[in-house]
């Protein structure tokens, strides 16, 4: 003959998990939740600014200014990826400058220097 249920605890196998857990009714959950949507936004502009270098050089610049100023408001606040997205942004800053420079005097020195090349 099938045991009946006698209420020993089977029927918490049933029950959600929270209904499971015994705690006192003062008793609060606190969640750590730590809010790095500033961090991961400078990440993403960091790394936008440097995939739009060779393409949209004035949009890359806007959005590399972009990756360092909400990094560095970012890591005031101990947020994830801030440092990261600062780095990236500051990449994206100095690329295009690294890359006009060398464009400028490649394009200046090759007159006077053209026979060697």
Same mark, same amino acid.
């Given at each position: #003959?099938?045991?009946?249920?006698?209420?020993? %605890?089977?029927?918490?196998?049933?029950?959600?998990?929270?209904?499971?857990?015994?705690?006192?009714?003062?008793?609060? =959950?606190? #969640?750590?939740?730590?809010?790095?949507?500033?961090?991961?936004?400078?990440? @993403? #502009?960091?790394?936008?600014?440097?995939?739009?270098?060779?393409?949209?050089?004035?949009?890359?610049?806007?959005?590399?200014?972009?990756?360092?100023?909400?990094? @560095? =408001?970012?890591?005031?606040?101990?947020?994830?990826?801030?440092? @990261?997205?600062?780095?990236?942004?500051?990449? %994206?800053? #100095?690329?295009?400058?690294?890359?006009?420079? /060398? @464009? !400028?005097? /490649?394009? /200046?020195? !090759?007159?006077?220097?053209?026979?060697?090349?």
């Amino acid at each position: #003959m099938p045991a009946q249920n006698s209420g020993n %605890g089977n029927d918490d196998k049933r029950k959600p998990i929270d209904e499971r857990i015994e705690r006192p009714a003062d008793q609060t =959950i606190v #969640m750590n939740s730590k809010n790095s949507t500033l961090g991961l936004f400078s990440l @993403i #502009m960091g790394i936008v600014s440097l995939l739009t270098l060779s393409c949209c050089g004035p949009l890359s610049i806007i959005l590399a200014i972009t990756a360092v100023i909400t990094g @560095i =408001i970012a890591r005031t606040e101990n947020q994830e990826y801030a440092t @990261i997205g600062i780095i990236l942004g500051a990449l %994206g800053l #100095m690329l295009p400058v690294l890359l006009t420079l /060398f @464009i !400028t005097g /490649f394009a /200046f020195f !090759t007159p006077l220097f053209g026979r060697f090349f």
